[in-house]
C-alpha cells in the first residue's frame, strides 16, 4: 500500500486544500480511529467540532470547513470523494490467472482470456464465460450460461442453466441464481408443481449480496436492470423486472410479477406482494408491505403496511399514539351521559 500526499488526493477527487499539500498520509479511516498519518472526512457541519477533535491528519470536508490542526481537503462531495481515495490505498486486488486443476469444465463451454477459475468449480455444457472473469471456489456455472467480461462470482455460487449475466457483475458468497420460480396450482388436494421455463437476466454492473436467491421466470426473464446492487439476504422472486440502479436492502422480499422502477430504493425488509408497480425514484421505508396490485407512482417517499405516503403514514401514527386518551375521554364521557340520563328521568317522575 503505497503512500500518497494530500496534493496527490486532492489531484485524484478534484478537492481544494487548506494547509499542508505535503502531508504524507498512509491510510484511510473512520474519523473515531484515524490517526496522524491517516485521512478520513465528514459530510455536514454538525461534524465540524468532531473533526477538529479528531486525531486525524487530513479530512474531506465540504466547504465551510476549516481547522487550526488539521489540513482539509474541501469538496462538494465529501463522501463520494472518500470513497474514490479508498479505491486509490486498497485496489482490488487481481486474481491468479487460470484454471485450477481440481475444476471441471465441460469441453463444450468457451472459456475466455485471462480469466481465473477455483477449485472445485464446475461449468456446464455451452457455457461461456468472457474475458477475465473471476469465478470462486466451489461455484457452480449450470449448462448455456451466459457471463460477461471482468464479472467477479464468489465462492460458492450457484448459477442454474440458462442464467445471463452481465459484464463487470459482482455477486457474493452463497447466492444462487435461477432456482425455480414459487409456482403451483391446487388440485385434487395436492399442490401441482408449474414447469418454470424461462431464465433470469442480470445486467451489466450489477452487485447482488450474499445469500441472495433470484429465482427463474415461469416463461420470459427475471430481469435485474443495470447497476442495481442489493443487499444480502435478498429475494427476487419470478418474473419480477427491477429497473437501472436500484437499491435492495437485507431481507427485500419482492414476489412475482411485480415491477420496480429506476432508481428505486427498498429499504430493509420490505416485503412486496405479487404483480405490484413502483414508479421510478420512489423510496420505501424499512419494514413497509405493499399489498397484491398496487400502483404506486414515481417520486414518492412511502412507508407502512399497508405502505401509505410518509406524511399521512406519520399523522396516523401520531393520531394512534393519543388513542388510549381518547378511549380514556370516551369512557368518561360515557359515564357523564348515563348520569345525565338518569337525573332526567328521576326530573320526570311525578308526585
Not at 477449485?119 to 455444457?125: A, E, M, R, S
Not at 412475482?256 to 432508481?263: A, F, H, L, T
Not at 424499512?286 to 400502483?295: D, I, L, M
Request: some cysteine; proline content about 5%.
Amino acid at each position: 500500500m503505497a503512500p500518497y500526499t494530500v496534493e496527490d488526493i486532492a489531484r485524484v477527487v478534484g478537492g481544494t486544500v487548506i494547509g499542508n499539500p505535503a502531508l504524507v498520509l498512509q491510510d484511510v479511516n473512520s474519523l473515531a480511529l484515524a490517526g496522524p498519518d491517516q485521512l478520513s472526512f465528514i459530510t455536514s457541519e454538525k461534524h465540524f467540532k468532531e473533526a477538529s477533535a479528531s486525531q486525524a491528519g487530513c479530512v474531506i470536508a465540504p466547504p465551510g470547513y476549516s481547522s487550526a490542526n488539521k489540513t482539509v481537503i474541501v469538496h462538494e462531495h465529501p463522501k463520494v470523494a472518500f470513497a474514490k481515495v479508498m479505491w486509490l490505498f486498497h485496489p482490488e486486488q487481481a486474481a491468479a490467472r487460470g484454471i485450477h486443476p481440481t475444476a471441471v469444465v465441460d469441453p463444450s463451454a468457451v472459456i475466455g482470456s485471462e480469466v481465473s477459475i477455483g477449485p472445485h468449480v464446475t461449468i456446464g455444457k455451452h457455457a461461456m464465460i468472457g474475458d477475465r472473469v473471476v469465478i470462486g471456489p466451489g461455484a457452480v456455472v449450470g449448462a448455456q450460461v451466459r457471463i460477461g467480461k471482468e464479472t467477479r462470482i464468489a465462492p460458492n455460487v450457484t448459477l442454474y442453466d440458462g442464467v445471463q449475466i452481465g459484464a463487470k457483475v459482482l455477486i457474493h458468497a452463497g447466492t444462487v441464481i435461477g432456482a425455480d420460480g414459487f409456482g403451483f396450482v391446487f388440485d385434487e388436494g395436492r399442490h401441482l408443481k408449474v414447469p418454470q421455463l424461462g431464465n433470469v437476466i442480470i445486467e451489466d454492473e450489477v452487485e447482488i449480496g450474499a445469500n441472495c436467491t433470484i429465482d427463474r421466470a415461469t416463461f420470459g426473464s427475471t430481469v435485474i436492470g443495470q447497476g442495481t446492487k442489493t443487499d444480502n439476504l435478498v429475494h427476487v422472486a419470478h418474473n419480477v423486472t427491477v429497473g437501472k440502479h436500484v437499491l435492495l436492502v437485507a431481507q427485500v422480499g419482492i414476489a412475482g410479477s411485480s415491477k420496480i422502477g429506476n432508481y428505486v430504493t427498498l429499504a430493509g425488509q420490505v416485503g412486496i406482494a405479487d404483480n405490484v408497480r413502483i414508479g421510478d425514484s420512489t423510496i420505501v421505508g424499512a419494514q413497509s408491505g405493499v399489498f397484491p396490485n398496487k400502483r404506486i407512482g414515481p417520486n414518492q417517499i412511502i412507508w407502512g403496511s399497508p405502505a401509505n405516503p410518509l406524511e399521512e403514514e406519520k399523522l396516523q401514527r401520531a393520531s394512534l399514539s393519543f388513542l388510549p386518551k381518547f378511549l380514556e375521554r370516551l369512557k368518561q364521557l360515557e359515564q357523564r351521559l348515563e348520569a345525565l340520563e338518569e337525573t332526567l328521568r328521576h326530573s320526570k317522575v311525578g308526585p
